[in-house]
């Protein structure tokens, strides 16, 4: 996989990723700020990290503590979840491929739907003991954070801060907690392939570096840097399709290293499982036709139930020919 050489190269180059500070969103002068900056991150890059955002920091560091003690239980505990029916709401599943390419993937996860977070929490797992509710105060958390930053990012489109507010806080809500264990081969190994996310807009909150994005304006390969407290924020597919390509749904992919295991927790946001995302007729006119066909999570469901994650994207299948 061409995705993979040049990889220490690669490392040693970082992205200038934006750092929105979101304290005082809600003073008019202040959002305005909040507005342009997280629009022109949209633009640029795709993708952006938050500070101030209101989820504390023990609750962050809570929800790291539980997955890592999560992945640390015996076997036999964790294989009762496992499956690779990707309809399941709770499922534990690994990417570690052997064989089949020449780079491997290097990843265990948990995922499970999350909001609204009563109907799903007594699928999650019951051990460690405080999993749900650790896990689930950073899941409401993050749930709130995300309909705060879609109304801030569609405000930026010109379509108002309540556009999709009642349809996000409705919606679907997935949390992806990930195990990226110390690898051996680390310069053969990719902890997650180059993707980009279907969903609206995805949270991601990490216990180290290791996620990459392909800059859109070089067409390489650049690291995130960490920044304690921050949240990465990144736009999905479904908010392209909305955009109506304005803002593109960012590339990225995930390192591992042959020192220390790696914990990160996406928390991935769009609509209800059967709402059609289409793009919003006020950004469609002669210049900038409708370039997207409408879709749901489920038809992101049944793409993934037919498809290679690594051979093929999702956001391919939505774009119009003639546009």
Not at 22 to 36: K, L, S, T
Not at 136 to 141: A, F, M, W
């Amino acid at each position: 996989m061409a995705d993979n050489y040049n990889k220490k190269e690669e490392e040693a180059q970082t992205a200038n990723v934006p750092v929105i500070d979101m304290n005082g969103m809600h003073d008019p002068a202040i959002r305005h700020r909040i507005v342009n900056d997280i629009s022109k991150a949209c633009l640029s890059y795709g993708i952006f990290q938050v500070v101030n955002h209101g989820i504390s920091e023990s609750v962050m560091d809570e929800a790291l503590s539980v997955g890592f003690r999560f992945f640390e239980l015996p076997t036999m505990e964790k294989v009762k979840l496992i499956s690779n029916d990707v309809y399941k709401p709770v499922r534990y599943g690994s990417s570690i491929k052997d064989g089949e390419d020449k780079v491997q993937f290097w990843r265990v996860f948990l995922k499970h739907y999350a909001n609204p977070l009563e109907e799903w929490i007594n699928l999650w797992p019951d051990t460690p003991q405080d999993y749900r509710e650790k896990m689930g105060k950073y899941s409401n958390e993050a749930q709130k954070l995300a309909t705060k930053i879609m109304g801030l990012i569609t405000e930026g489109l010109g379509l108002g801060p309540k556009y999709l507010t009642n349809k996000m806080e409705k919606g679907m809500q997935v949390i992806f907690a990930n195990c990226y264990p110390p690898c051996p081969q680390p310069e053969l190994t990719l902890g997650l392939a180059p993707h980009s996310d279907y969903s609206c807009l995805t949270i991601l909150h990490q216990s180290s570096p290791g996620l990459q994005i392909l800059d859109s304006n070089d067409k390489k390969w650049k690291g995130i840097p960490s920044i304690e407290g921050a949240l990465m924020v990144n736009v999905g597919d479904h908010l392209e399709v909305l955009s109506n390509g304005r803002y593109t749904s960012v590339k990225h992919r995930v390192m591992v290293n042959s020192e220390s295991t790696r914990i990160s927790i996406a928390s991935l946001h769009s609509m209800g499982m059967d709402e059609k995302m289409e793009t919003a007729k006020e950004l469609i006119d002669q210049k900038h036709p409708k370039a997207y066909k409408e879709s749901s999570f489920g038809d992101f469901l049944n793409f993934l139930a037919h498809n290679d994650f690594v051979k093929k994207n999702f956001i391919d299948t939505l774009r119009l020919d003639d546009a």
